[in-house]
């Protein structure tokens, strides 16, 4: 008789590559093809994917599951990083614009990881705030196609801005990895 734990069974839905997170018939991200050509496009379909990455990593669960936080002591959760990136995303409007930042969408510092609760009305907001601040930035850098242009008080490059909103992106979906194979053991890139 096997040692009972509490750490979940490792486990992927894919079954044509075992370490994917989903068979590539399924895979939203899934781009047959040549890529897009040129700088901007390209940049634009990274930060897309990295986007339905976090939103893959986090379906499929409870408010309980998405509110956990899985590595102890950090008070990350995927819920949190819904949270966080909803943020980030309003915060980097204000790096872009002359006119007075925009107010924190969670109140204080760290309060979109803090304040959590496994809540579906809690999931639902975390969710429509993330995709009406992604949706706001993405306006507000369509009206600047020009990727050497710089904007607001920082001075900041619209290549500046993309690069590192996928890398802000890229980096959470790595934190989305560990804490959903902690909540249920699925795994997969």
């Given at each position: ?36 050509d ?12 990295y986007r ?20 102890p ?34 109140g ?8 959590t ?16 601040e ?9 009206a ?16 500046e801005?993309?690069?590192?909103r ?24």
């Amino acid at each position: 008789m096997g040692r009972m734990t509490d750490t979940p069974a490792r486990w992927t839905q894919a079954t044509v590559h075992p370490d994917m997170w989903t068979d590539p018939d399924d895979d939203p991200r899934n781009n047959e093809g040549p890529g897009p050509d040129g700088e901007l496009p390209t940049l634009k379909e990274v930060l897309r994917d990295y986007r339905l990455t976090l939103l893959m990593k986090c379906e499929g669960l409870t408010p309980e599951q998405l509110a956990r936080r899985s590595v102890p002591p950090s008070t990350m959760s995927l819920l949190g990083l819904v949270r966080h990136l909803a943020e980030a995303e309003r915060d980097w409007r204000n790096w872009i614009s002359d006119g007075e930042p925009l107010p924190k969408l969670y109140g204080r510092r760290d309060a979109d990881f803090d304040e959590t609760v496994g809540e579906q009305a809690a999931v639902a907001a975390a969710y429509a705030d993330l995709e009406r601040e992604q949706a706001a930035t993405d306006v507000a850098l369509d009206a600047h196609p020009d990727l050497g242009e710089r904007l607001g008080r920082e001075n900041v490059a619209v290549r500046e801005l993309l690069v590192h909103r996928i890398e802000e992106y890229a980096r959470h979906c790595g934190h989305a990895d560990l804490l959903r194979e902690c909540v249920d053991g699925r795994v997969g890139q």
